[in-house]
T-cell receptor, first 113, second 110 residues
């Protein structure tokens, strides 16, 4: 079984709709991250969480919110989706050590019409 | 702000040749530099990394070099094979988070 799972894998929605993307991990890591990937722009950090009570904004948090429901679960919400939020979204996890490799989920492809 | 520049954006090589991808980072506090490989339809996967106290690291056909003074680090793939075709990302880890490069699409031509 995959260590980091994301649901859904693909989603098509309309402008103005509220959308939630979910991430679960079985690696036992404390740290979780949400990234957005756009062609030619690489991976950009939306939000990150170092434990259940710690939520931090990344470089592109506007229009997004997150919830850390448990150590293993980290959800990303788009309160009112807009077309320029069409992208590939990745969840990642890492442990607390100083040199911490990030483990990525398979991604969610979101299309906002 | 912090950023990582990655070049080239696309790279085509003949099978068996070497490939080199270069990155430059801006945050002098960065201390960990991973390289990720992303295959179609999958998330990025770590292939090699280097800490700031090391100048070079090698793992079979893959090597990474780091020049802290110049804030440069590079990925070297030797004897390329068709399965090396993918998008490669460099990243620099600062105090709490990673800054990723924009990616290099490597095509290995058979």
């Amino acid at each position: 079984d995959a260590d980091v799972t994301q649901t859904p894998r693909n989603r098509i929605t309309k402008t103005g709709k509220r959308i939630m993307l979910e991430c679960s991990q079985t690696k036992g890591h404390d740290r979780m991250y949400w990234y957005r990937q756009d062609p030619g722009l690489g991976l950009r950090l939306i939000y990150y969480s170092f434990d259940v009570k710690d939520i931090n904004k990344g470089e592109i948090s506007d229009g997004y919110s997150v919830s850390r429901q448990a150590q293993a679960k980290f959800s990303l919400s788009l309160e009112s989706a807009i077309p320029n939020q069409t992208a590939l979204y990745f969840c990642a996890t890492s442990d607390w050590t100083a040199w911490n490799e990030q483990f990525f989920g398979p991604g969610t492809r979101l299309t906002v019409l | 702000g912090e950023n990582v520049e990655q070049h080239p954006s696309t790279l085509s090589v003949q099978e068996g040749d070497s490939a080199v991808i270069k990155c430059t980072y801006s945050d002098s506090a960065s201390n960990y530099f991973p390289w990720y490989k992303q295959e179609l339809g999958k998330g990025p996967q770590l292939i090699i990394d280097i800490r700031s106290n090391v100048g070079e690291k090698k793992d079979q056909r893959i090597a990474v070099t780091l020049n802290k003074t110049a804030k440069h680090f590079s990925l070297h793939i030797t004897e390329t094979q068709p399965e090396d075709s993918a998008v490669y990302f460099c990243a620099a880890r600062g105090t709490y988070k990673y800054i990723f490069g924009t990616g290099t699409r490597l095509k290995v031509l058979a």
